[in-house]
């Protein structure tokens, strides 16, 4: 601790404090370009009414306390300078600088919940502040409370291999709701963590919208996905596309498009068109070793009110490597596989479930020397349509491996459906199903064909 930092803590602590030339009380709105009422460093002021800046920016002086005590400070930019906030107030206020608080709640700092306001400004300016004791530091946690914050720009978590952001809420309370189309939530960029959160379009995002991937990253290295709600994308998780980083988004300097060693923790995903995970790629790179644990995909929302969207499928794949524990896919129709993999892709699944879906698709395919391997499979209440149903598909050498795969007997089937594996391929024992298809459902049989 600084001698400064110790000085603070005896003012804060004494009875003289309110008679000290370093402990000032701002009691009259006097902001005026020479800053009258902030002008002394290593002091401690105490806002207990309205400071209107009017427009105008408050730099404050080295390593001050504001003290908030029923006043706010609002309409302007305050420029942090070794700052220390207690009990923040501000509205409509930009913000700059450096400070000493770690964590920061939205609405202290001017956030409205279901209001207007475009609350990405304060999120991203918040997460911009640099830290007083490490410089080129910026960890910190942001936390959304309860409420409906709307945004209109991506919330951008910047380079954090040494410093993290946490971007924190309530749970399903706490939601940022994105207004405008074709466009991100969040944009990440290396190492951050982001929990307990809702992640809402306003409008249910359309195939053709390619920038409305809720979460895109660059490189997410050591990330962690935990506890969150994702409704309305075009997909949950993906990319940003090499156009733009090209244009500045860029701040690691190295083109990319991976997720390294992350975690995805009870994720739930409703209403996307695409791919709830679109892991493909615009130029050769792999995914290396993350882990996804309780995760559910349903292509109708999470209320139960649409019973009818269609999706593209629930993961895609590119030079993938995963290890899915549970795996839970719902939803009423999906027009491409399910899980498609490729490029040498390499996933595993503990336990995959599936069910309600109309229009049963291929539940896998696998390209290009791609490997899956599921330990246990089960299918409920979903329809098999298509006369000679390929339920696995392998081509380019790509192996499928699955332990216990269980058809119940409350699926559908119309007369001529036949439940089928298919290869092309020159490796024959590229699909093993180690234990019993259809155990269940005695009118589905499994039978292979090679192209």
Not at 254 to 265: A, H, L, P, T, W
Not at 400 to 408: D, Q, S
């Amino acid at each position: 601790m600084c001698i400064r930092d110790r000085l603070f803590l005896v003012i804060l602590s004494a009875d003289f404090c309110k008679a000290s030339d370093k402990c000032l009380r701002i009691e009259e709105n006097r902001i005026a370009s020479k800053q009258v009422c902030f002008s002394s460093s290593d002091t401690i002021y105490t806002i207990d009414k309205v400071i209107d800046l009017d427009g105008r920016i408050l730099k404050l002086p080295d390593n001050c306390v504001l003290r908030f005590d029923g006043g706010v400070i609002l309409n302007g930019t305050v420029i942090f300078n070794n700052t220390r906030i207690q009990d923040p107030c501000f509205r409509n206020v930009r913000f700059e600088g450096n400070i000493k608080n770690e964590t920061f709640n939205i609405s202290d700092y001017g956030a409205i919940a279901g209001s207007d306001m475009d609350c990405s400004v304060v999120i991203n300016d918040l997460i911009k502040l640099q830290s007083s004791s490490i410089p080129s530091r910026s960890a910190k946690t942001i936390v959304i409370p309860n409420g409906t914050f709307y945004i209109d720009n991506p919330i951008v978590l910047w380079a954090g291999w040494e410093a993290p952001v946490t971007l924190q809420g309530n749970g399903n309370t706490s939601t940022l709701c994105q207004r405008r189309d074709n466009v991100n939530i969040i944009r990440l960029y290396e190492n951050h963590y982001i929990k307990n959160l809702k992640l809402i379009y306003k409008n249910r995002q359309i195939l053709e919208n390619s920038g409305s991937v809720a979460i895109a990253c660059q490189r997410s290295i050591f990330s962690l996905f935990e506890n969150l709600t994702i409704c309305k994308a075009k997909s949950a998780f993906g990319y940003i596309p090499l156009n733009d980083q090209k244009k500045g988004w860029n701040p690691t300097r190295i083109k990319d498009q991976c997720y390294v060693s992350c975690n995805f923790r009870n994720i739930r995903i409703y209403e996307f068109s695409g791919y709830a995970f679109d892991f493909s790629k615009e130029f050769p790179q792999g995914d290396s070793g993350s882990a996804f644990d309780n995760v559910y995909i349903n292509s109708n929302d999470w209320l139960g009110r649409t019973t009818d969207n269609k999706s593209l499928g629930a993961i895609k794949g590119d030079n993938t490597v995963a290890s899915m524990t549970q795996l839970n896919i719902e939803g009423s129709h999906y027009s491409s596989n399910l899980i498609d993999l490729s490029g040498m892709s390499r996933v595993s699944i503990q336990s995959l479930h599936i069910e309600g879906i109309k229009n049963m698709p291929i539940i896998i395919k696998n390209s290009i020397q791609s490997l899956a391997n599921i330990s246990m499979m089960d299918i409920q209440f979903c329809n098999f349509t298509v006369d000679n149903y390929v339920a696995f598909l392998s081509e380019d050498d790509a192996l499928i491996t699955i332990g216990n795969f269980c058809v119940r007997n409350d699926c559908k089937k119309n007369s001529n459906a036949i439940l089928m594996t298919k290869r092309k391929t020159t490796n024959s024992h590229n699909i093993t199903i180690e234990y019993s298809i259809a155990v269940s459902y005695t009118h589905l049989r499994a039978h292979e064909t090679s192209a």
